[in-house]
């Protein structure tokens, strides 16, 4: 049991190692015209190795054994799925409003404030709903280091798109 841990934070470890390798070989986009600028990274590859850094640095923040991992993840991407529904929801809402264009300043902003709360609120059910699933299949210690370890990602991700900007 404890190897099977060792291993997985061995993985967890070798995917990350992998990523930020792939991320300095970014590869070329070949297709012209419109969609990224050639020399930018294939977006969906771009997705696929995030989702994969992500999975290893919380697999590894968590300490899951196999039988907590196979019961968590597909909780986890039911989580994650529906925050992006979400997400998705709020942009095509900005979208509209840009579209829009509202003559009344005054009224598009307090139109604009409600939908920001009614969103954050929506977005607080789901994390409500999500940490009593999370805690039937993890202890509610590991629940409040997946949170944590969620931040923790998205600033090291943060930091990362930095530093490759400044490059």
């Not at 640095?57 to 019961?71: C, G, I, M, N, Y």
């Not at 039911?78 to 809402?93: N, T």
């Amino acid at each position: 049991m404890k190897n099977l841990k060792f291993i997985a934070a061995l993985m967890g470890i070798a995917l990350l190692c992998m990523t930020s390798t792939f991320a300095q070989q970014r590869p070329v986009n070949p297709r012209p015209g419109p969609g990224p600028r050639p020399g930018m990274a294939n977006p969906r590859m771009e997705m696929e190795r995030l989702e994969s850094a992500k999975i290893g640095f919380l697999t590894q923040k968590l300490d899951l054994s196999p039988r907590e991992a196979e019961k968590f993840w597909p909780v986890y991407n039911q989580y994650q799925k529906e925050l992006r529904a979400l997400a998705k929801e709020r942009m095509a809402s900005a979208m509209e409003r840009i579209a829009e264009r509202k003559t009344n300043q005054q009224r598009s902003a307090d139109e604009h404030l409600n939908e920001q709360m009614e969103m954050e609120s929506r977005m607080l059910e789901i994390r409500k709903k999500y940490t009593r699933e999370f805690s039937k299949v993890i202890s509610s210690e590991k629940v409040l280091h997946l949170y944590e370890a969620e931040k923790e990602f998205r600033r090291e991700l943060i930091k990362r798109l930095q530093e490759r900007r400044k490059q």
